[in-house]
């Protein structure tokens, strides 16, 4: 998804760099203790955030946590920071930066869940490096989350969700959910989850929602 360029969102970005870190340099560690109230709740990352109506909805059910927005676009983080300021969201943090420098940005083990969702596919294998879920990025994730950390991945992209259930299962993950119609089944996982722009999208179309949660813990 790339969104046109919006002057505004630059603008409000501008003006709030106490909560967007725009493109900050990846060889400088940040200090998210200066960036949260109380660091010591437990973090959770989405990369690829895009508008944010998933990030924003799960920081305002639990105040309890941490959120990070990682989005690349800096008008999609623009319309992130404007719902964070709407609805007062003091524990997101929005991160405008690439996710190949995750773990640039976080210390290791310092994260409890990374969501994923409806990343895009990179369809050709020539792109298949920049698939959010290649094991180059895994790897990264995997430095980030504690050892017993969930990565969670939603899609409505059959060909992306079955590279991604082999790359996660070459790299050695453990699958502790996986569904191929999230949206008509009785899990607990269906019932409590919170959709995503592209997710209510699809779902409207009548496409199946692939998802799965894994961990990298050595059982
Ligand atoms: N997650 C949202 C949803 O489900 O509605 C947006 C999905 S959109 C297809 C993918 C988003 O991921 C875009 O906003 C894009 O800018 C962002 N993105 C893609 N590659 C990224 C990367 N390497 N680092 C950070 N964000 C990325």
New binding site residues.
Partial sequence: ???RNKPWATKLVAEHPESVLDRPDPKRKIDWTKRFSDFSKPLEI??????G??ITTLAQQHPEKNFIA????MT?AGMILRTKLAKGLTNLQILC????NINCFFAPASTNVIYL????PWSKARHEK?R?TYHTFLKKYQEVLQPSGQLEF?TDNAGLFAYSLKSMNNYGMNFDFVSVDLHHEQSEFAKTNVE????HKFAAQGNPIYAVHADFEVK
């Fill in positions: 998804m790339r969104l989405e990369v690829g955030s895009g508008k109506q998933f990682l989005e690349l676009q999609a930066a690439d996710a190949a969702n409806f990343s895009d920049r959010l939603k995503t722009e592209y997710e």
